[in-house]
């Protein structure tokens, strides 16, 4: 299983962006997909997921109501729309797979992962 990661950089405080994860050598729609963030200094940070099956969704305290997880099987693609971001926000965004419907936010649940992404927020 493959995962690219993609949309990153740097925005101000305020700001959005949509970060992608494009899936492939798995059956999307079997595969549950969560993203994950790490900070300097800071352990890996389960965010959100969402289940391979309905489409169920979960989100950590800390992005509720700011970040919303969706994905397109006719593109094998996860999204995650961040807005009102702010500098805690900045991190390394990474996309994971498992197989499965059960939804996971511990970064041990997952065995596939992406390379990545830099997201820089600017106060």
Known sequence: VQLVESGGGLVHAGGS???SCKVSGSKFDDTTIGWFRQAPGKEREGISC???SDGATVYAES???RFTISRDSAKN???LQMNSLKPEDTAVYYCAARAGVVLLTTASG???WG???QVTVSS
Request: glycine content about 12%; aromatic content about 16%; hydrophobic content about 35%.
């Open 17 to 19: 962006l949509r970060l």
């Open 63 to 65: 992005v509720k109501g």
């Open 110 to 112: 997952y065995p596939y």
């Open 50 to 52: 969402i289940s391979a």
């Open 115 to 117: 390379q990545g992404t």
């Open 77 to 79: 693609t996860v999204y």
